[in-house]
């Protein structure tokens, strides 16, 4: 599966965080200092120039009012929306192995 940022899916995960922000009245700057971070860091986020990790991401959660997985559940309800052709087949988890 492809790592890039300019995936479909990755601009749906872009555009909820964008969303969250601006519906709770919170500038990019002002989310990106109470991260400790430069206003550049979230622009970047939001135009799809920075990828975003997950203890980032819970991080952004935290500080935009919702938790980890309530935010995956929207973008997971986002991306079964899309047009069918739009969707990618997701691979299943490989079980686990047991140690002995």
């Known amino acids: 599966m492809p790592k890039s940022i300019h995936r479909p899916e990755y601009d749906a995960l872009r555009a909820l965080i964008r969303e969250l922000r601006t519906e709770r009245g919170l500038t ?8 400790g971070r430069t206003q550049s860091f979230m622009s970047d986020i939001e135009r799809g120039v920075r990828r975003i990790d997950a203890l980032e991401l819970r991080d952004l959660c935290q500080l935009l009012d919702t938790d980890l997985p309530h935010f995956i559940d929207e973008l997971e309800r986002r991306l079964d929306q899309r047009p069918t052709s739009a969707r990618k087949v997701r691979a299943k988890p490989s079980p686990r192995r047991r140690r002995t």
Do not use: C, G, M, W
Request: proline content about 0%; aromatic content about 0%; overall charge negative.
């Open 28 to 35: 990019q700057t002002a989310v990106s200092e109470q991260l």
